[in-house]
């Protein structure tokens, strides 16, 4: 137990390193400092989502499940181990173990899923698709949808 | 006896004139200087330019993203932008008490209070919201001061000539910086005649070397503009969102 806890821990601080690994960065030449190399994430009309920077990759598909990859390894943020995270939670297997944490990295996504209908909801308007509220809100310049629930 | 004259002679006359291309070569930081005192006393301008980014400088661009920006400026506070790309229309409209950021694509746009000057907008824009306004750099009132920031030294390469008009008829005759940074090495080429930026390449000392190229289409440093360029009307249909922050959307994944 005390081993799937630690795992949980690198996980999810890797996966921060990973995203914001550039932070540090100053705005140059009408990049902000927050974008400045921080890579690029793609989505699928299925709501997929796929993130590709200079230190590493990660994926999340529409079926909820996500992977990792750094230059270090596959499927994880570390060099020992490998991760998925899904819709409820996220899943690390390592060389001492395997871990579960309860919470997807990612919380918003850029495209609505395909079919989601509008829907008043927690005092916004959002869209609500299989389960899931998405509430839309100005984020870095440009429109992305926080997963609500 | 005559032999060795003539190849004194040329000798001669190939050190002067290397000696006389030396002295003649213009001073960058000097034109860098020029440029940013002539876009500092414009006290209203308007310009235009095409504008690429390589996808990998913009979070969620699945590939490079070209756009036709055209910008009115008013000092010390006013600001309106719009970027025209094949799929989106961006507006960045700062008025001195507020700033509203239009995206056409979704039709929704942010409504933000932004009491400050335009420096201090792309300075809080970029700290705290993560973004900057489409060439606001060149608004600023001390583009010297910001092109330092991140060039730590600055070289002339030389003159060329821009391809404006058809088939570059019109192109204007420019002088070309080098300007070499930590984060970035950007080619920056200035008018002979005018001092104004036409071109600007930046290389970015990232992964895949990606780049950010603009070209000054149009600038107008005796704009006439009107109360209504800083003025947001929103579009039949459009929807007011929060603007979340960078450190809020960050805080809130790791919950």
Same mark, same amino acid.
């Given at each position: 137990?005390?081993?799937?806890?630690?795992?949980?821990?690198?996980?999810?601080?890797?996966?921060?390193?990973?995203?914001?690994?550039?932070?540090?960065?100053?705005?140059?030449?009408?990049? /902000?400092? /927050?974008?400045?190399?921080?890579?690029?994430?793609?989505?699928?009309?299925?709501?997929?989502?796929?993130?590709?920077?200079?230190?590493?990759?990660?994926?999340?598909?529409?079926?909820?499940?996500?992977?990792?990859?750094?230059?270090?390894?596959?499927?994880?943020?570390?060099?020992?181990?490998?991760?998925?995270?899904?819709?409820?939670?996220?899943?690390?297997?390592?060389?001492?173990?395997?871990?579960?944490?309860?919470?997807?990295?990612?919380?918003?996504?850029?495209?609505?899923?395909?079919?989601?209908?509008?829907?008043?909801?927690?005092?916004?308007?959002?869209?609500?698709?299989?389960?899931?509220?998405?509430?839309?809100?100005?984020?870095?310049?440009?429109?992305?949808?926080?997963?609500?629930? | 006896?005559?032999?060795?004259?003539?190849?004194?002679?040329?000798?001669?006359?190939?050190?002067?004139?290397?000696?006389? *291309?030396? @002295?003649?070569?213009?001073? +960058?930081?000097?034109?860098?200087?020029?440029?940013?005192?002539?876009? +500092?006393?414009?006290? &209203?301008?308007?310009?235009?330019? @095409?504008?690429?980014?390589?996808?990998?400088?913009?979070?969620?661009?699945?590939?490079?993203?070209?756009?036709?920006?055209?910008?009115?400026?008013?000092?010390?506070?006013?600001? *309106?932008?719009? +970027?025209?790309?094949?799929?989106?229309?961006?507006?960045?409209?700062?008025?001195?008490?507020?700033?509203?950021?239009?995206?056409?694509?979704?039709?929704?746009?942010?409504? &933000?209070?932004? %009491?400050?000057?335009?420096?201090?907008?792309?300075?809080?824009?970029?700290?705290?919201?993560?973004?900057?306004?489409?060439?606001?750099?060149?608004?600023?009132?001390?583009?010297?001061?910001?092109?330092? %920031?991140?060039?730590?030294?600055?070289?002339?390469?030389?003159?060329?000539?821009?391809?404006?008009?058809?088939?570059?008829?019109?192109?204007?005759?420019?002088?070309?910086?080098?300007?070499?940074?930590?984060?970035?090495? +950007?080619?920056?080429? &200035?008018?002979?005649?005018?001092?104004?930026?036409?071109?600007?390449?930046?290389?970015?000392?990232?992964?895949?070397?990606?780049?950010?190229?603009?070209?000054?289409?149009?600038?107008?440093?005796?704009?006439?503009?009107? *109360?209504?360029?800083?003025?947001?009307?929103?579009?039949?249909?459009?929807?007011?969102?929060?603007?979340?922050?960078? @450190?809020?959307?960050?805080?809130?994944?790791?919950?």
């Amino acid at each position: 137990m005390k081993i799937t806890l630690n795992f949980s821990g690198i996980l999810l601080a890797g996966f921060a390193l990973l995203i914001s690994a550039s932070y540090a960065q100053a705005r140059a030449y009408g990049v /902000s400092s /927050s974008s400045a190399g921080r890579g690029t994430v793609y989505h699928t009309d299925r709501g997929g989502a796929a993130y590709v920077g200079p230190n590493g990759a990660a994926a999340r598909g529409a079926n909820g499940r996500a992977g990792v990859v750094t230059r270090n390894g596959a499927a994880y943020v570390g060099p020992n181990g490998a991760a998925v995270s899904g819709r409820y939670g996220a899943a690390a297997v390592g060389v001492n173990g395997a871990v579960v944490v309860n919470r997807p990295p990612v919380n918003y996504i850029r495209t609505v899923p395909y079919g989601y209908r509008p829907i008043y909801y927690g005092g916004y308007n959002c869209y609500y698709y299989g389960g899931i509220y998405y509430r839309p809100v100005m984020y870095q310049g440009t429109t992305v949808y926080i997963v609500v629930n | 006896m005559y032999s060795k004259s003539i190849t004194s002679i040329t000798f001669s006359v190939l050190c002067s004139g290397i000696i006389f *291309a030396a @002295e003649q070569a213009p001073d +960058a930081d000097q034109l860098l200087r020029q440029m940013s005192a002539k876009l +500092a006393a414009a006290q &209203i301008f308007s310009f235009e330019a @095409e504008r690429e980014i390589d996808a990998t400088l913009i979070e969620g661009a699945p590939a490079a993203v070209k756009a036709h920006v055209s910008a009115v400026v008013q000092r010390p506070n006013k600001l *309106a932008v719009i +970027a025209k790309s094949e799929s989106d229309v961006r507006r960045f409209i700062a008025d001195g008490s507020t700033l509203t950021l239009f995206d056409g694509k979704s039709n929704f746009y942010s409504v &933000i209070p932004m %009491q400050t000057s335009i420096d201090g907008l792309v300075e809080k824009v970029d700290k705290v919201y993560g973004f900057t306004a489409p060439l606001a750099e060149f608004a600023l009132s001390d583009p010297y001061k910001d092109f330092h %920031q991140h060039a730590k030294s600055v070289s002339y390469l030389g003159r060329g000539r821009t391809s404006h008009g058809l088939l570059g008829l019109f192109g204007i005759e420019c002088h070309r910086l080098w300007l070499a940074g930590k984060d970035a090495d +950007a080619e920056l080429w &200035i008018g002979v005649d005018d001092q104004l930026p036409y071109r600007l390449d930046a290389t970015f000392h990232r992964e895949g070397q990606p780049k950010v190229h603009i070209d000054f289409l149009k600038w107008n440093l005796t704009a006439k503009v009107t *109360a209504g360029e800083f003025t947001f009307t929103p579009p039949n249909g459009s929807q007011k969102i929060d603007m979340v922050s960078s @450190e809020k959307m960050q805080s809130a994944g790791k919950k």
